[in-house]
């Protein structure tokens, strides 16, 4: 294997890896729902890469024969007051699979930060248009995550992520998740209101939420939040963001997330599964009325990044969503959501699991000190989620997320091609390496507590 000095790694610890101190997992090869590593080794990708790749790796010939085709012909234009047919198509696609919801304009990016990042400029642009420059904070919740670029990052709300970057470039309060297993507060909607309420509601433009949320484990909405979210974005003039980066097509077994809630956003943000993971690409999509005021005469949409609709990623994201419907894509994540969940739900005899939850092919098991479900304070975590968990899940040849941007939780969001037999491997190779993982703790807390 070559060395890899010259790479920096995202969200990594870089130096656990320099000088082959640590052994960097490098895929090389993916088949179906499965990677391989560079000696061969297999592996069960239980999270879609990183919630992304939703067809699994198996569409390379007939998506880069798609991407051939358009590069052969344009390999680029830009949307820079230009475009391309594929990013036009796209954009009416879009607006179609939005069925109810409305979303009749689409504006494209790189990922799922810029698609953050514009959301919000538009929203903006919205309000000034609209002769309301007064609107200028955000509303969004404690733990989510949504993107590292300043502007996405002041609305992510991972404090341990944004304190080293100085001021927040938007002024965001943050409010309650719906975190059901550990409840910041008894009704997560009062404390939207409040939030409002104390921070003017004439002051608000945007009210930024996930249909489930990624950070914390899988958090779903209680019944009746969505439409709670709309009364009061409606109440106080805001306009209600629904950031499906991670929800969107098919994830949830719908289109998007906020099809399956019962939301009704203004915007949409969304990118991974909008090419499954074959090219990168993002995009904000809004009701007409939102955009509306971005074509008064004379009025300049002000944002706009290079790669925005590349017609290369334009033309594979429309393949992949004619291959969501074409091999019954969504479908398959509504027929075995409840087979995942039961077996999910089976882990709960183990020790070490306190909580599992999430919709659709994404769910956590939140991971506990002790039968009383105490969460698993800091040192601990650091010893399991760092030590022992990244170790023991690559040894089990299974992928999943372990994390703490919340309480520990162990994450999964297999591809969406995935069957019966391979949710089954995933959950198994679960419960083979939390067993172990809870007797490892055990034992590990004996050892310190006889060193103390
Ligand atoms: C909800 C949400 N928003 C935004 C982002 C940022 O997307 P990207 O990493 O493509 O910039 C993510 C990434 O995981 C996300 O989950």
Same mark, same amino acid.
């Given at each position: 294997?070559?060395?890899?000095?010259?790479?920096?790694?995202?969200?990594?610890?870089?130096?656990?890896? &320099? %000088?082959?101190?640590?052994?960097?997992?490098?895929?090389?090869?993916?088949?179906? +729902?499965?990677?391989? %590593?560079?000696?061969?080794?297999?592996?069960?990708?239980?999270?879609?890469?990183?919630?992304?790749?939703?067809?699994?790796?198996?569409?390379?010939?007939?998506?880069?024969?798609? &991407?051939?085709?358009?590069?052969?012909?344009?390999?680029?234009?830009?949307?820079?007051?230009?475009?391309?047919?594929?990013?036009?198509?796209?954009?009416?696609?879009?607006?179609?699979?939005?069925?109810?919801?409305?979303?009749?304009?689409?504006?494209?990016?790189?990922?799922?930060?810029?698609?953050?990042?514009?959301?919000?400029?538009?929203?903006?642009?919205?309000?000034?248009?609209?002769?309301? +420059?007064?609107?200028?904070?955000?509303?969004?919740?404690?733990?989510?995550?949504?993107?590292?670029?300043?502007?996405?990052?002041?609305?992510?709300?991972?404090?341990?992520?944004?304190?080293?970057?100085?001021?927040?470039?938007?002024?965001?309060?943050?409010?309650?998740?719906?975190?059901?297993?550990?409840?910041?507060?008894?009704?997560?909607?009062?404390?939207?209101?409040?939030?409002?309420?104390?921070?003017?509601?004439?002051?608000?433009?945007?009210?930024?939420?996930?249909?489930?949320?990624?950070?914390?484990?899988?958090? &779903?909405?209680?019944?009746?939040?969505?439409?709670?979210?709309?009364?009061?974005?409606?109440?106080?003039?805001?306009?209600?963001?629904?950031?499906?980066?991670?929800?969107?097509?098919?994830?949830?077994?719908?289109?998007?997330?906020?099809?399956?809630?019962?939301?009704?956003?203004?915007?949409?943000?969304?990118?991974?599964?909008?090419?499954?993971?074959?090219? +990168?690409?993002?995009?904000?999509?809004?009701?007409?009325?939102?955009?509306?005021?971005?074509?008064?005469?004379?009025?300049?949409?002000?944002?706009?990044?290079?790669?925005?609709?590349?017609?290369?990623?334009?033309?594979?994201?429309?393949?992949?969503?004619?291959?969501?419907?074409?091999?019954?894509?969504?479908?398959?994540?509504?027929?075995?959501?409840?087979?995942?969940?039961?077996?999910?739900?089976?882990?709960?005899?183990?020790?070490?699991?306190?909580?599992?939850?999430?919709?659709?092919?994404?769910?956590?098991?939140?991971?506990?000190? %002790?039968? &009383?479900?105490?969460?698993?304070?800091?040192?601990?975590?650091?010893?399991?989620?760092?030590?022992?968990? +990244?170790?023991?899940?690559?040894?089990?040849?299974?992928?999943?997320?372990?994390?703490?941007?919340? %309480?520990?939780?162990?994450?999964?969001?297999?591809?969406?091609?995935?069957?019966?037999?391979?949710?089954?491997?995933?959950?198994?190779?679960?419960?083979?390496?939390?067993?172990?993982?809870?007797?490892?703790?055990?034992?590990?807390?004996?050892?310190?507590?006889?060193?103390?």
């Amino acid at each position: 294997m070559v060395g890899h000095e010259h790479l920096l790694l995202h969200f990594a610890r870089n130096g656990a890896y &320099a %000088d082959g101190a640590a052994d960097l997992l490098v895929l090389q090869r993916g088949e179906g +729902p499965y990677v391989y %590593d560079t000696s061969g080794r297999r592996y069960v990708d239980g999270l879609s890469s990183l919630f992304c790749a939703q067809l699994g790796y198996s569409y390379g010939e007939e998506l880069g024969e798609v &991407a051939a085709t358009q590069m052969r012909q344009l390999a680029f234009k830009t949307n820079w007051a230009t475009a391309s047919p594929p990013a036009i198509e796209l954009a009416e696609r879009l607006s179609k699979v939005s069925g109810e919801l409305a979303l009749g304009k689409t504006f494209f990016t790189c990922g799922g930060s810029e698609a953050v990042e514009a959301a919000w400029k538009i929203a903006r642009q919205f309000h000034l248009a609209r002769g309301e +420059p007064g609107r200028t904070k955000a509303i969004a919740r404690r733990t989510a995550y949504h993107g590292v670029t300043l502007g996405a990052l002041a609305l992510t709300g991972v404090s341990s992520m944004k304190e080293m970057f100085g001021e927040p470039a938007i002024d965001v309060r943050h409010v309650a998740n719906t975190n059901a297993f550990r409840p910041e507060v008894p009704d997560p909607l009062a404390d939207v209101e409040r939030a409002v309420e104390e921070e003017g509601p004439e002051s608000i433009a945007l009210i930024v939420a996930e249909p489930v949320q990624n950070a914390g484990g899988c958090l &779903a909405p209680p019944p009746g939040y969505w439409e709670g979210l709309r009364e009061i974005a409606d109440r106080c003039g805001a306009l209600l963001h629904a950031d499906e980066v991670i929800t969107g097509f098919g994830r949830l077994g719908e289109w998007f997330g906020s099809q399956r809630y019962g939301a009704r956003p203004d915007i949409v943000t969304c990118a991974k599964g909008l090419t499954a993971a074959y090219v +990168p690409m993002g995009a904000v999509l809004v009701r007409d009325e939102v955009a509306a005021p971005l074509y008064d005469a004379g009025r300049t949409l002000l944002h706009g990044v290079t790669f925005g609709g590349h017609p290369v990623c334009a033309a594979v994201a429309l393949r992949v969503l004619d291959i969501y419907g074409r091999d019954h894509v969504l479908e398959n994540v509504r027929a075995l959501e409840p087979h995942l969940e039961q077996r999910l739900r089976g882990l709960l005899d183990l020790l070490l699991v306190g909580d599992v939850r999430g919709a659709g092919f994404f769910w956590a098991v939140e991971l506990v000190a %002790d039968a &009383a479900d105490a969460p698993v304070g800091p040192l601990d975590r650091e010893r399991l989620l760092r030590q022992y968990l +990244p170790g023991r899940l690559r040894e089990a040849g299974l992928i999943a997320r372990a994390d703490d941007r919340g %309480d520990a939780v162990l994450q999964i969001a297999p591809p969406l091609i995935a069957d019966r037999a391979v949710l089954d491997e995933i959950v198994d190779k679960m419960g083979e390496v939390l067993t172990d993982a809870g007797e490892w703790m055990t034992t590990h807390r004996a050892g310190a507590a006889a060193a103390a």
